[in-house]
T-cell receptor
Framework: DTEVTQTPKHLVMGMTNKKSLKCEQH?????MYWYKQKAKKPPELMFV???????INESVPSRFSPECPNSSLLNLHLHALQPEDSALYLC???????????FGPGTRLLVL | AQSVAQPEDQVNVAEGNPLTVKCTYS??????LFWYVQYPNRGLQFLLK??????LVKGSYGFEAEFNKSQTSFHLKKPSALVSDSALYFC?????????????FGKGTTLSVSS
């Protein structure tokens, strides 16, 4: 089973709101990732967690705050976002940081 | 830095014909190459990867890819296209640095299969 789940599927938020995206996998993977994807563009890496420790932060603005409460769960906390942050947010996981990444279906975010 | 290039924005083929989606790479050291497919409003699905070994890699849904070191290419192929293969295809290379591992994606190629 190579399933990564993400909730919610869609999210609309105002620029003053606080919301969270959730990602979950039960494959025993120890690396988890957040990507941002604009329409018709490739995914861009935001964060990497390896063994529940943040190992890569690709200079993402502080209005995005990742959290990895345990090895199965990854959150992305959102606060004071801008309209240009509207995108598809993809979560992925891999057995180890060198293994194949498997992606969830994404959360489509619209910031008004 | 590692990179991949997908020279075609769009590839059009008729159902039943063979298809090729092109990818070239630029890496230092041994390349670790991947193909993913994305259907509309969906996440990315893993198709296949090349790490080492045979230059012809077989993957999901009848897809295969040919690794060519001299031409630095990793083209995706399928002998007989289906309408349901219409989607956005991404080639990617794994980049490893002190901080960890990242996938670097090409810009993507839209495949359109007509009936």
């Amino acid at each position: 089973d190579t399933e990564v789940t993400q909730t919610p599927k869609h999210l609309v938020m105002g620029m003053t709101n606080k919301k969270s995206l959730k990602c979950e996998q039960h494959m025993g993977h120890r690396a988890m990732y957040w990507y941002k994807q604009k329409a018709k563009k490739p995914p861009e890496l935001m964060f990497v967690y390896s063994y529940e420790k943040l190992s890569i932060n690709e200079s993402v603005p502080s209005r995005f705050s990742p959290e990895c409460p345990n090895s199965s769960l990854l959150n992305l906390h959102l606060h004071a976002l801008q309209p240009e942050d509207s995108a598809l947010y993809l979560c992925a996981s891999s057995l180890g940081s060198l293994e194949t990444q498997y992606f969830g279906p994404g959360t489509r975010l619209l910031v008004l | 830095a590692q990179s991949v290039a997908q020279p075609e924005d769009q590839v059009n083929v008729a159902e039943g014909n063979p298809l090729t989606v092109k990818c070239t790479y630029s890496v230092s050291g041994n390349p670790y190459l991947f193909w993913y497919v994305q259907y509309p409003n969906r996440g990315l699905q893993f198709l296949l990867k090349y790490i080492t070994g045979d230059n012809l890699v077989k993957g999901s849904y009848g897809f295969e890819a040919e690794f060519n070191k001299s031409q630095t290419s990793f083209h995706l192929k399928k002998p007989s296209a289906l309408v349901s293969d219409s989607a956005l295809y991404f080639c990617a290379v794994r980049e490893l640095n002190q901080a960890g591992t990242a996938l670097i994606f090409g810009k993507g190629t839209t495949l359109s299969v007509s009936s």
